[in-house]
């Protein structure tokens, strides 16, 4: 529309003004068709190289023919994956960690946001603070020394949690807990009072009040909390490189990247497959839940 | 609490039983509230904050952490050649790719905003695309169209006569590279949140302005920018926190490569402290992202005051 409303108008003698306005809009909108359709290839080159990279026999890629187009498609390289024990466990572990700190990150945010948002107590706006604060602290600002807090809790109680997938159970939930809380504090938030203080009166326990009038009106907000913080646990990729080295403790966004891409010989064919599996769960997600993840993204600024 | 406890009965002109019972409420009410806050208490003060200063602790201990030296690990930093190009290098990328993160998602939301309302969902679904897949597999797709032999790119630049881009062998290149990815990432969360700025301006104010006359640009920088000027102050704040301290793209791509032209702090900080086993200098390296999120806070402390006012 930028462009379009800056481009001079053509010099209309005969035509009416209200004629005039309505062309100069059509061609606005076939112009802001246009500079889409260009952004839409940006965006979905990427994704369209690694389709068609994963449907190759790796002599394809390596005879350097024209890159743009499979010549003998192949589903060889997910068929071969799809066996692969150790991709198997990638993804094993990448599921188990995600729905763990999904379920993990629930518990902790959900009561602590009702708390905040509906029982008002000396430090709760500061705290409500606080929690947005510490969504902003980086996970490169603090990997090193978790690193040597976890190296030092065992050496004192002998628990080893480096180099086990678990340690992301403790680690992940640093990610997604405040910027759920938050979230959960903006829909709480929406809830009228008088809904919570009929409850009250009616003679249910604050914990009732929230498992059954919260958690069921805030239900939208829950499962916008319950996308974030799957596709970030998804998609962490520092943690458990920093914090996972043995290949059956990996998981996925780890060991495609350093598992399947071997010192020379680059079989990029199934590295592509590989990625694309490992895309498909936020994906469909997305694709299936696109307004509840387009609402958890904006909450942050548009809601609380 | 107590006050509230004491109040709360006066405003309510309810029976007496239900008046006690809520005093019961009202007196479990801090011992709820506390329990229901704890797990989130231990997370942040166990997990981040006693981490953020044990790293400044850190900081000050030799590499075998058995000694303090005090601030010996900056001033070997400061005498490093490459840290200097870290610094310049974690600057240009940021602002750079927020910059054009920045305008790109502008461009892109009022072109979305611009074509008729029920077409808008599917082109905006296809565009957050990038945002969705996880960076670090996304990049590896990055990886290989950039490839030194098998470029893709330079299989189309070629056909056009352009001889063969070293995307990520050349220094220059390389972080041109990282920068470009780095903004086909988070463009579309630029465009997501200012378009859900500019739905919410509301329509009267074009109406108005129309029928006074008003240009294109003229409505950009009258309406449509102050109306928006909340969004877009957090939105760039919140990225430049987030690309300042950007991992995955460069690690996959470059690794810091060539000879450390493309390391920002996060990737040198994994380099020295994960890699090369001396804890405490990666520590110092990562400190260095403190200012900015230091500076970045005072801002959006600012601006949660703001709302909570309005609430």
């Given at each position: 529309?930028a462009t379009?409303?800056?481009?001079?108008?053509?010099?209309?003698?005969?035509?009416?003004?209200?004629?005039m306005?309505?062309?100069?809009r059509?061609w606005?909108?076939?112009?802001?068709?246009?500079?889409?359709c260009l952004?839409?290839?940006f965006?979905?080159?990427?994704?369209?190289?690694m389709?068609?990279?994963?449907?190759?026999h790796?002599n394809?890629?390596?005879?350097?023919?024209?890159?743009?187009?499979?010549?003998?498609?192949?589903?060889?390289?997910f068929?071969?994956?799809?066996?692969?024990?150790?991709?198997?466990?990638f993804?094993k572990?990448?599921?188990?960690?995600?729905?763990?700190?999904?379920?993990?990150?629930?518990?902790?945010?959900?009561p602590?946001?009702?708390?905040?948002?509906?029982?008002?107590f000396w430090g709760?706006?500061?705290?409500a603070?606080?929690v947005?604060?510490?969504y902003?602290?980086?996970?490169?600002?603090?990997?090193?020394?978790?690193?040597?807090?976890f190296?030092t809790?065992?050496?004192w109680?002998?628990?080893?949690l480096?180099?086990?997938?678990?340690v992301?159970?403790l680690?992940?939930?640093?990610?997604?807990?405040?910027?759920?809380?938050?979230?959960?504090?903006?829909?709480?938030?929406?809830?009228p009072?008088?809904?919570?203080?009929a409850?009250?009166i009616?003679g249910?326990?604050?914990?009732?009040?929230?498992l059954?009038i919260?958690v069921?009106?805030?239900?939208?907000?829950?499962?916008?909390?319950?996308?974030?913080?799957?596709?970030v646990?998804?998609a962490?990729?520092?943690?458990?490189?920093a914090?996972?080295t043995?290949?059956?403790?990996?998981v996925?966004?780890v060991?495609?990247a350093?598992?399947?891409?071997?010192?020379?010989v680059?079989?990029?064919?199934?590295?592509m497959?590989?990625?694309?599996?490992?895309?498909?769960?936020?994906?469909v997600?997305?694709?299936?839940?696109?307004?509840?993840y387009?609402?958890?993204?904006?909450?942050?600024?548009t809601?609380? | 609490?107590?006050?509230i406890?004491?109040?709360?009965?006066?405003?309510?002109?309810?029976?007496a039983?239900?008046?006690s019972?809520?005093r019961v409420?009202?007196?479990?009410r801090?011992?709820?509230?506390?329990?229901?806050?704890?797990?989130?208490?231990?997370?942040?003060?166990?997990?981040?904050?006693?981490p953020?200063?044990?790293?400044?602790h850190?900081?000050?201990?030799?590499?075998?952490?058995?000694?303090?030296?005090g601030?010996?690990?900056?001033t070997f930093?400061?005498?490093?050649?490459t840290?200097?190009?870290?610094?310049?290098?974690s600057?240009?990328?940021?602002?750079?790719a927020v910059?054009?993160?920045?305008?790109?998602?502008f461009?892109?939301?009022h072109?979305v905003?611009?074509?008729?309302?029920?077409?808008?969902?599917k082109?905006?679904?296809m565009?957050?695309?990038p945002?969705?897949?996880p960076p670090?597999?996304?990049?590896?797709?990055?990886?290989?169209?950039?490839?030194?032999?098998?470029?893709?790119?330079?299989?189309?630049?070629?056909?056009?006569?352009i001889?063969?881009?070293?995307?990520?062998?050349d220094?220059?290149?390389a972080?041109?590279?990282?920068?470009?990815?780095?903004?086909?990432?988070?463009?579309?969360?630029?465009?997501?949140?200012?378009?859900?700025?500019?739905?919410?301006?509301p329509?009267e104010l074009?109406?108005?302005?129309?029928?006074d006359?008003?240009?294109?640009?003229?409505r950009?920088?009258?309406?449509?920018?102050p109306?928006?000027?909340?969004?877009?102050a957090?939105?760039?704040?919140?990225?430049?926190?987030v690309?300042?301290?950007?991992?995955d793209?460069?690690?996959?791509?470059?690794?810091?490569?060539?000879?450390?032209?493309t390391?920002?702090?996060?990737?040198?900080?994994?380099?020295l402290?994960?890699?090369?086993?001396?804890?405490?200098?990666?520590a110092?390296?990562?400190?260095?992202?403190?200012?900015?999120?230091a500076?970045?806070?005072?801002?959006?402390?600012?601006?949660?005051?703001?709302?909570?006012?309005?609430?």
């Amino acid at each position: 529309m930028a462009t379009a409303a800056a481009l001079p108008a053509p010099p209309a003698i005969d035509t009416s003004s209200s004629h005039m306005a309505g062309q100069d809009r059509r061609w606005a909108v076939r112009w802001a068709y246009f500079f889409l359709c260009l952004f839409v290839v940006f965006a979905l080159v990427p994704p369209f190289y690694m389709l068609l990279t994963s449907l190759k026999h790796s002599n394809e890629i390596s005879a350097a023919t024209n890159p743009w187009w499979v010549f003998n498609p192949t589903l060889a390289n997910f068929a071969e994956l799809l066996s692969s024990p150790l991709f198997l466990t990638f993804f094993k572990n990448s599921a188990i960690v995600s729905v763990l700190v999904v379920i993990i990150t629930m518990l902790i945010s959900v009561p602590a946001a009702f708390a905040l948002s509906r029982m008002k107590f000396w430090g709760s706006s500061v705290l409500a603070t606080g929690v947005f604060l510490t969504y902003l602290v980086p996970e490169t600002l603090l990997f090193i020394p978790l690193f040597k807090m976890f190296a030092t809790f065992r050496d004192w109680t002998g628990i080893e949690l480096i180099n086990h997938w678990y340690v992301l159970l403790l680690v992940y939930p640093t990610l997604t807990v405040p910027f759920c809380t938050w979230i959960m504090i903006g829909y709480f938030a929406s809830i009228p009072k008088e809904l919570d203080e009929a409850a009250l009166i009616d003679g249910a326990s604050w914990t009732q009040t929230l498992l059954r009038i919260f958690v069921p009106v805030a239900l939208p907000g829950i499962i916008a909390a319950t996308i974030f913080a799957f596709t970030v646990s998804w998609a962490q990729f520092l943690y458990p490189l920093a914090f996972t080295t043995s290949q059956d403790q990996l998981v996925l966004s780890v060991g495609i990247a350093t598992t399947l891409i071997k010192a020379d010989v680059f079989n990029w064919g199934q590295i592509m497959a590989g990625a694309l599996l490992g895309a498909a769960p936020p994906l469909v997600i997305y694709a299936f839940l696109m307004d509840y993840y387009i609402a958890g993204l904006t909450a942050g600024a548009t809601k609380g | 609490m107590s006050e509230i406890a004491v109040r709360q009965p006066a405003t309510f002109a309810a029976p007496a039983r239900s008046r006690s019972r809520l005093r019961v409420f009202m007196r479990q009410r801090s011992t709820v509230a506390f329990l229901f806050t704890l797990p989130l208490l231990i997370l942040v003060s166990v997990m981040v904050v006693y981490p953020a200063f044990y790293a400044m602790h850190l900081a000050t201990l030799n590499k075998r952490m058995d000694r303090f030296i005090g601030l010996s690990n900056f001033t070997f930093l400061f005498t490093r050649e490459t840290f200097w190009m870290v610094v310049k290098q974690s600057c240009i990328f940021a602002v750079s790719a927020v910059i054009f993160k920045a305008l790109i998602g502008f461009v892109v939301a009022h072109l979305v905003h611009a074509i008729p309302e029920k077409g808008q969902r599917k082109w905006r679904g296809m565009l957050l695309v990038p945002w969705v897949i996880p960076p670090a597999l996304s990049t590896l797709a990055w990886l290989w169209l950039f490839d030194p032999s098998y470029s893709a790119f330079n299989y189309v630049l070629g056909g056009l006569g352009i001889g063969p881009i070293p995307w990520t062998g050349d220094a220059m290149w390389a972080r041109f590279s990282v920068i470009l990815v780095n903004i086909w990432y988070g463009a579309p969360f630029f465009m997501i949140m200012y378009l859900a700025a500019l739905k919410s301006v509301p329509a009267e104010l074009y109406e108005v302005a129309a029928i006074d006359g008003a240009t294109f640009w003229q409505r950009l920088w009258f309406i449509t920018l102050p109306m928006m000027r909340n969004i877009i102050a957090i939105t760039t704040l919140f990225s430049l926190i987030v690309t300042f301290a950007n991992f995955d793209i460069v690690w996959i791509l470059t690794a810091g490569g060539p000879i450390d032209r493309t390391h920002v702090f996060a990737t040198w900080a994994f380099r020295l402290g994960i890699q090369g086993g001396d804890i405490p200098l990666g520590a110092s390296v990562s400190l260095f992202m403190l200012p900015i999120l230091a500076v970045a806070a005072v801002f959006i402390l600012r601006d949660v005051n703001k709302r909570a006012e309005r609430m």
